[in-house]
């Protein structure tokens, strides 16, 4: 997993700044966020410590190394913002300790990871299967269509379709399982 992310933290020589920078953060940003939020517990103040993350880590774009977790990085930065918060608002909210705080960020990169980890896997055992199932899942789960619309549309009877994708949901559980082992993100 560390070695994939440092594939998408590597910055390329021929983008601008601005673009890299852009691409980066869009990467990241729900994973910022959603840290953010369970520090702070109000969508008012996790809106405006996102967008103060956002310029910080901007400002200090220069000094982010190539090579290491883009998400490590501004998870740090938002871990001492809301440290920040926190101390300027001490009298008007419950208090999480400093200790607290880290082990939350903590706790959140790995979970982050994991997920990161997660959809690598999934996307990995997607592109095994054949066009027909890559087809098929994509109109389930991409454009939402009913098992019932797919079966009339590919014109096979409804029982059978809930059935192929019992098989394929099956088959992707079983790939992602072993993928994940292999890289070692579970044991």
């Not at 691409?23 to 517990?41: C, D, E, G, K, P």
């Not at 998400?71 to 440290?83: C, D, E, F, H, R």
């Not at 009298?91 to 880290?102: E, W």
Request: some cysteine; overall charge neutral.
């Amino acid at each position: 997993m560390q070695e994939n992310e440092s594939k998408q933290t590597m910055p390329n020589a021929q983008k601008p700044k601005e673009e890299l920078f852009f691409q980066l953060f869009m990467t990241y940003q729900r994973n910022f966020y959603a840290y953010i939020l369970s520090s702070v517990h109000n969508y008012t103040d996790a809106n405006d410590l996102l967008q103060e993350t956002a310029a910080v880590m901007w400002r200090k774009f220069d000094e982010f190394q190539q090579g290491s977790s883009f998400l490590a990085w501004g998870i740090t930065i938002a871990q001492n913002l809301v440290l920040k918060f926190f101390n300027e608002h001490k009298r008007s909210r419950i208090q999480f300790d400093d200790a607290l705080l880290k082990d939350l960020a903590d706790t959140t990169l790995n979970e982050m990871k994991n997920a990161n980890a997660l959809t690598e896997a999934l996307r990995q055992c997607f592109q095994k299967l054949n066009e027909t199932n890559q087809k098929l899942l994509r109109l389930r789960y991409q454009d939402g269509m009913t098992i019932k619309a797919i079966a009339a549309m590919v014109g096979k009877p409804v029982f059978g379709m809930y059935k192929a994708f019992a098989r394929l949901q099956d088959a992707l559980q079983v790939c992602i399982e072993q993928t994940l082992r292999r890289e070692g993100a579970v044991e």
